[in-house]
């Protein structure tokens, strides 16, 4: 059966952004879907214990080729570290707003970011083969050439959204409705 995870990015929670909107939207639907609050601040948020947190639902089995994963910010790098670390295949990944070795947001965000970026970022294609990335053209914490170069790199569909910011509720996203068409 199929299920879905949706994952937060930096200092961020399940209760932001379009996040709490999409899991309605996919319960209403019946179907099964999981909202981990992982660790955020500086010294608490790292790909370790993001690491730790997800095998839980690994290790329960419900982490494979039926799953899909909506990810936001740091998350799609954080969920292609972890597809590669464990050796995962999943059905499908929705990125939004993602990127990898970019540093230069500012102090904080770099700290707790920096560690869960790939040098084989391509390799997640052999654990996913229907990639979506979604970004804008004015992202005011990552650049957009960033984030493009993430979506060349792995996506088998991209999507710029003019205008559209971090596409989190500071840039008046807090529903996406775009995104339903992957549930």
């Known amino acids: 059966m199929n299920n879905y995870f949706i994952i937060h990015g930096s200092f961020g929670s399940p209760f932001v952004n379009w996040v709490p909107y999409l899991r309605r939207e996919i319960e209403n639907k019946g179907l099964e879907v999981y909202t981990p609050d992982f660790p955020t601040g500086v010294g608490y948020q790292n790909y370790e214990n993001w690491d730790k947190l ?104 991209q999507h710029c959204i003019s205008n559209g910011g971090h596409l989190n509720a500071e840039s008046g996203y807090t529903e996406f409705a775009e995104l339903l068409k992957y549930v």
């Open 54 to 157: 997800l095998k839980v639902y690994l290790n329960a089995g419900l982490i494979n080729e039926n799953t899909t994963i909506f990810a936001h910010s740091i998350a799609p790098i954080f969920v292609c570290k972890f597809l590669i670390n464990n050796k995962v295949s999943v059905k499908r990944l929705v990125f939004v707003c993602g990127f990898n070795n970019y540093l230069g947001i500012d102090e904080e965000y770099d700290a707790v970011n920096e560690s869960m970026y790939v040098d084989n970022l391509t390799e997640v294609k052999k654990y996913c083969n229907d990639i979506i990335c979604y970004y804008s053209d004015n992202d005011p914490y990552v650049k957009y050439d960033v984030e493009k170069e993430f979506a060349d790199t792995i996506s088998t569909e």
